[in-house]
């Protein structure tokens, strides 16, 4: 055989188009299983009906159809949007090139980023059967709706565009429909379209959404929250998340005509004074033209900025918009029918420089088994994660917090198990997550401290409840062995007596009831929380007999803004397991020749 040699090497070099490369590799993206694929699908038009929507201030309403096409394993996805619609012009490049977006440059809060999620599912779907993705759309009632289909040439990354015609009866006066032939597979259950529109449900409570599966079987989720999310704004970079290289970049490509100019109005955070403060350090003259600073400089500019000494304040965070207190609860109720629902806002925090916040809602009891490990909802930017949870750094975190004093079972290691749902939401201007199918958080230490401090939170509100319940059940036992002896001793009296001794068993009664009151939480006000909780706005405890609570009934009181463990780690406050409540106050068991002398057993009491 002949050997290669550098020359023959040099002639089979070639470009990969990155088309090319997520062909192969698309597992990546996300479709690596004809079941996955679909969710995927399914996922990405979603979130960019609801990007598109609230970024235009439209409250969205979105109806996703899933139809079985012709051939084995084939089925069209359908997601159609009240949007603001996309112009002809930019319609091939969305639908038909990878890498091709509008927020990978843009620092704010939104579900796509890395502007490859739809024409990643368009490219899927041509490769599985073929076909070209179909887009109608229309920007506004004055602009006539167009259809047209779109391939992508998966050699040069490049869209093409086929049979562009108007619309003239387009059902929407804005909006966007997006149709995509593709080979999958459909189940219901775990990890279905099913599951992930409950949960895209459950954070988004400002969204309807319509919903036809491949049987035919509708269903839909009318919206409880009758406002956008507030908008978030766009940030500049914080100097303390660029890296060298990126700084070089930055001040290569800088349109200002200073260093001292370039870092004030490039980064966020940084005073004029600041920047000549920084430029001085480094030896870079403040008047400096920013593409003429050599290596050496950035370097040492780079050096300046991370310089322990050097005060910077953090990010502004009003780049995140979080689901917010009472919007969480109501989407919770709208999802999970419990008993206990607590929730709980971060304050922002920062990781590598991005803005980040974490929110987390509980939901106790109810319909929920009570046998089974809890289940984490995980959501990053309102979007539901359901694929590969153990590596995941908000499972981490949620394992992390010991459960087991806030009631609850948990074996070393795992996730405590009893009725309980775990709802997560990490909302950043850039989601760390582990690969770009956009299905896991990666582990910043950051972000994983913050999720367990408003676990913690949330657990502790949950712990006073589950452990306030625990002693009225046993209070409860308490009343009924009282009750027995009460029978008995009457008895015994008027047997001695040979009268009715209506009065004396009124007051004893009324001794036993006195002496467990908690028990009439159980049956009077089944769900009483008790004043501490029933007062806290991120608590809202219900009758798990009674219908679904109103979304705007979601919140128990206003606002008291007390609740809530310092900013740092509190320990955990340690309280009893449920069900091993003490019971030493209990009376001895009922004797079964029962003493005849009422004084004696009125001591029990
Ligand atoms: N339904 C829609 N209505 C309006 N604009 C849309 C719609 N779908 C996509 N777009 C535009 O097309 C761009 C590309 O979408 P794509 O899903 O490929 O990437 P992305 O959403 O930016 O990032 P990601 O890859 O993380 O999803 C979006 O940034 C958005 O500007
Ligand atoms: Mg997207």
Redesign the pocket.
Known sequence: MARVTAETLSRKQREISVSEFFAKNRHLLGFDSLRKALLTTVK??V???L???E??GILPEIRVELEAARGANRYLVR?T?N????VPE?AP???GQ???????HSLKQ????????????AMYGQLTTGKPVSVE?RTGPEAPAYAMQVMIDTNTNKPKAIGRRNLPDWHLDH??L?EVELEAKYLKGRQSVEEFLHQVAVANPHVTLHYRSPNGDTDSWARTVERNPTAPREIKPHPHGVELGVLMKMLQSSRHKTVTQFLSRDFSRISPQLAGGLAKRAGIKAKARPNTVARQAADALYKAINDSKTRIRPPSTDCLSPIGVQELLAGLTRGVRAEFYGVETRKPAVYRGNPFQVEVGLAWGGDLAGDELAKVLRFANRVPLQYYAGSCCITKAVMDVSWRTYGLTQSRGALPSGPLIVLVHLASVWVPFSS?S?VAVADYDEIRKEIKLAVQTCGRRLGQYVKRKARARSEARRREVFNLYIDEVVNSVEAITGKEQKLFRERLLAISRRKTELAGMLEEAKGAAGEDLETCENVLVVDPDAAPPAADAAVAAPANGKDGPPEDEAPDEVLPAEGLEPLDDLPPPLPTEPERDPGSQLELV
Request: proline share 2%; glycine share 16%; aromatic share 6%.
């Open positions: 990405e038009a979130d960019n009906s990007d598109a929507c970024e235009a997601v949007d949007g603001p619609g996309i930019q490049r969305i639908f990878l890498l091709y977006g509008s927020k990978f939104s579900r796509g980023q890395q502007g490859i999620g739809i024409s990643a599912a759309s909006g966007t997006v770009e956009k």
